[in-house]
């Protein structure tokens, strides 16, 4: 058995001192998470999706079924309601 051989081989496998950059000290700026636009609006998307009410299937089928027909009418006073109270707040 040769013993420099093995002596060889424990310095390679031996336990390794870790070194330390030398750019560790310097004066770096931290690292930082920029979101982009997408992400945001992905985002507020996420956010108004979960705040909103269920979808109501059953008054949806039944207004696909008027369309369908041409018996669904919306008054005209109620779209401009509806319209000036988004427009006003």
Known sequence: MRIDSYMAVNQVYGPNK???SPYANAASPRDAVEISDFG???QVA???AKE???VREDRVAEIK???ANGTYNVPLTAVAEKM???LLG
Do not use: V
């Open 84 to 86: 000036a109270s988004q």
């Open 46 to 48: 996420k956010k108004a």
């Open 18 to 20: 870790t070194r330390r």
């Open 52 to 54: 909103t009410e269920p």
């Open 65 to 67: 079924e008027q369309l």
């Open 40 to 42: 945001n609006a992905y």
